[in-house]
């Protein structure tokens, strides 16, 4: 019904609150995907209740270029709403891609995130060969200007500070995964065989994978690796390690290069645009989306 009447001259932006439990009308994620790619419309979605089927509204919201967040029955609802305006009617960085030099990466997460909406943070995970200096560059497109921001930076060659980025980052595989299959990129068979292995190798419960609980002795009499066993106890030595520092660290790599000019340009938009706060809201958004970058990095390695 949203799509009917539509302005061929201009994109239609679309603000859904819903539930997502589909049960009449076009029911399957990948005929939802084609039906918002029919259009030059922006899908900004609200997903309530503890039963919402996310993936189909995550699906159907970035297939769109739009985004989504989860709302409790808890939350300020027209709150939320207003924070999705004050995204929509002020510009976005377009045609986002990211580019890491210098050291060899693979296994990126969100390294093509097409857009990125005011306010929005970022965070990429992935592994690497060994540490170096690398140079990050961001290119994307601002009010049908091409923009460029860059920063260099040192990837360390062993970080063990922070073992939990490993789960993290498997889980971010796995979400990349399964957006694809629901938005019909790969074949469901594909989908459910990848993410098994990394539950499996990571030890998450996902739809393909679960956890098993048993006594110890029973561990040990039906012989059971207990991977989990050994990466929780590594997790919880790094946190107690770190609980144990006198002062929280600065994660932040760019201080030699800031990676945004100091004097970032605001955003304009339509009634009410403009205003949302005393900083510069790219600045704040890069600054945020950079500092996830550095600390997701800085752990994964692949093993030889």
């Known amino acids: 019904m949203a799509m009917d009447d539509l302005d061929d001259d201009r994109a239609t932006s679309i603000v859904l609150v819903t539930d997502g439990v589909t049960n009449t009308g076009v029911i399957d994620p990948v005929e939802f995907h084609k039906l918002s790619q029919q259009h030059d419309i922006r899908i900004f979605g609200f997903l309530l209740g503890n039963s919402g089927n996310w993936p189909l509204m995550r699906t159907v919201c970035e297939g769109s270029g739009g985004f989504y967040a989860g709302v409790s029955n808890a939350d300020d609802i027209p709150g939320r709403i207003m924070m999705a305006k004050s995204k929509i009617l002020h510009e976005s960085l377009h045609d986002a891609e990211f580019q890491i030099k210098g050291v060899k990466t693979f296994n990126t997460t969100g390294q093509m995130p097409g857009k990125i909406y005011r306010g929005e943070q970022l965070v990429m995970f992935g592994q690497y060969e060994k540490g170096g200096e690398a140079e990050l560059v961001l290119n994307a497109r601002l009010t049908g200007e091409d923009k460029t921001y860059r920063t260099t930076f040192n990837f360390p060659d062993v970080d063990t500070k922070n073992p939990e980025i490993e789960r993290l980052w498997a889980l971010d595989q796995i979400e990349q995964i399964e957006l694809k299959a629901n938005a019909g990129k790969i074949p469901a068979s594909e989908s459910k065989d990848a993410v098994r292995d990394l539950g499996l190798q990571y030890q998450l419960v996902t739809d393909e994978t679960s956890m098993l609980v048993l006594a110890d002795e029973a561990f040990e009499r039906h012989g059971i690796e207990r ?36 004097k970032a340009p605001r955003f304009s938009g339509g009634s009410g645009g403009g205003g949302g706060g005393a900083f510069p809201p790219l600045a704040a958004l890069l600054m945020a989306l950079f500092a996830g970058i550095a600390a997701t990095f800085g752990r994964t390695r692949r093993k030889a």
């Open 227 to 262: 991977k989990n066993q050994q990466r929780v106890a590594r997790e919880r030595s790094a946190q107690s390690a770190r609980h144990a520092a006198a002062a929280a660290t600065n994660r932040r790599v760019d201080k030699a290069k800031p990676f945004t000019p100091k």
